[in-house]
């Protein structure tokens, strides 16, 4: 009997990290065979998988998935594969992709399957892990170390079929490797993202991409501040854009150096790749799978909720999702207005958290004061608060809960001032005693 496969160009390369590389679950291999079909026609591969590598049969022995290296794996296009559900499933590299199982059923199925991509993603809570990691300007792979150095080629097995397929073979001793992207000469570094040495949350990253695509399934390719000096521009402040003991840099020569540098609000700006978070772009769930419990509602990832009281600091339950307070992730460039990035706000305001809670709101960084009303007022009605100790605004502060708010959601719940509501009318509290009041 002569076994095929169908959709082997959507999952002709099904190993991973992890799981088993390039290595078949087969049973014993039946060879070519010359016994005689229905018919005096001779049967080739008789009981096995028959797979076309550069336009001629060869025969394999079938996949079984009770011999691949993990229990619980599946066959696709004769290799054993991962099952998963969302990417947070697959490893940092891999991609959870539509398949279909071998066999007479053809089940749908999802499995986890090589990106392609560098090790954006990687977890670097020492802050050595990025080390030697290296990337293509398009964020696929570009391991110069695999092989020993020798060349990684494609594997003509499992990439039959398949255009720009990263599964190969090291042409020293047939093992796994990913076939790199582009020239080794046009790689650069990785960089561990981390908050300090022990960050569970560090990861490695990728700077100067161009598009969201370049950085791989659940990141979004990012403008985020950058302490270089702009050649010609202010000296920045290092209480915003960090430090640098690099010479100034020029835009204009992006394009010849591959970067992306260019003049934001206060600081320098730089394209980064970064895992999208609540209230990041998206399109489909997938781009929201690597920040547990969000999925992608109304354009942006969003966390589930039955209440207001399931939403962070700045969101409310809107149709079952956790929404900005504002009705956006970016409603305007001015004071406490919704942003994702520096160039969301007008100049001399940065884009920047909101207290907790991941919203995100355009911050004064040149805005002095004495008092609160000398303060720009937001969203809410509130004057923004002014901080003593270096005479800046900085975002309003309610005073029920001393959190930072630009959007107004107190329209009910107990009150000590004016301010605290909605309504600018709070009755019956008592700051003496400690008596909240109501909203009216």
């Not at 300007?137 to 170390?145: A, E, M, N, R, V």
């Not at 270089?228 to 003991?245: E, M, R, S, V, Y």
């Not at 547990?292 to 966390?303: D, E, I, L, M, V």
Request: aromatic residues 4%; charged residues 15%.
């Amino acid at each position: 009997m002569t076994s095929s496969r169908p959709n082997a160009s959507v999952f002709a390369a099904a190993i991973a990290i992890g799981i088993a590389s390039l290595a078949f679950g087969c049973g014993k291999s039946t060879g070519t065979t010359t016994s005689t079909g229905a018919g005096g026609a001779a049967v080739f591969c008789k009981g096995g998988f028959i797979r076309m590598v550069d336009g001629k049969p060869t025969c394999e022995g079938l996949c079984d998935p009770s011999k691949c290296a993990n229990p619980g794996n599946v066959c696709v296009d004769n290799f054993c594969a991962l099952l998963c559900t969302t990417l947070a499933d697959c490893p940092s590299g891999q991609d959870c992709v539509a398949a279909t199982e071998d066999g007479m059923a053809m089940k749908p199925a999802s499995v986890c399957a090589p990106s392609g991509k560098a090790k954006i993603g990687l977890p670097c809570p020492l802050k050595t892990e990025c080390n030697g990691e290296l990337a293509c300007p398009d964020g696929s792979s570009c391991d110069t170390t695999q092989c020993g150095g020798a060349t990684c080629a494609p594997d003509p097995a499992a990439c039959a079929g398949v255009a720009h397929c990263v599964v190969g073979k090291c042409a020293s001793d047939g093992s796994a490797c990913v076939v790199p992207g582009c020239d080794p000469s046009a790689c650069k570094p990785l960089f561990c993202l981390s908050s300090g040495i022990g960050d569970a949350t560090a990861f490695c990253t990728m700077l100067d991409c161009q598009k969201d695509d370049d950085c791989g399934d659940g990141f979004w390719c990012a403008q985020r501040r950058d302490a270089h000096q702009i050649c010609g521009a202010p000296k920045p402040d290092p209480n915003f854009c960090g430090t640098t003991t690099d010479p100034c840099v020029d835009p204009s020569k992006n394009a010849a150096n591959g970067t992306t540098f260019a003049q934001g609000s206060v600081c320098a700006e730089r394209n980064q790749c970064r895992k999208r978070a609540q209230c990041d772009a998206c399109k489909t769930d997938n781009d929201c799978a690597l920040t547990p419990g969000t999925s992608c509602a109304g354009g942006f990832c969003a966390f589930a909720c039955g209440g207001d009281v399931d939403c962070a600091n700045g969101f409310q339950c809107t149709s079952g999702h956790c929404a900005p307070r504002g009705g956006s992730c970016q409603t305007g460039s001015n004071f406490c207005d919704a942003c994702r990035a520096d160039s969301d706000c007008k100049s001399g305001y940065i884009c920047a958290l909101v207290d907790i809670g991941g919203l995100r709101a355009c911050y004064p960084a040149t805005v002095p004061c004495m008092v609160a009303t000398d303060c720009p007022v937001a969203p809410s009605g509130a004057n923004g608060s002014c901080i003593a100790a270096n005479k800046s605004c900085s975002f309003p502060v309610n005073g029920q809960t001393n959190l930072a708010q630009c959007f107004c959601g107190n329209t009910g719940e107990a009150c000590f001032a004016s301010g605290d509501c909605c309504s600018k009318t709070c009755s019956g509290a008592n700051v003496q005693t400690l008596t909240p009041g109501t909203c009216m």
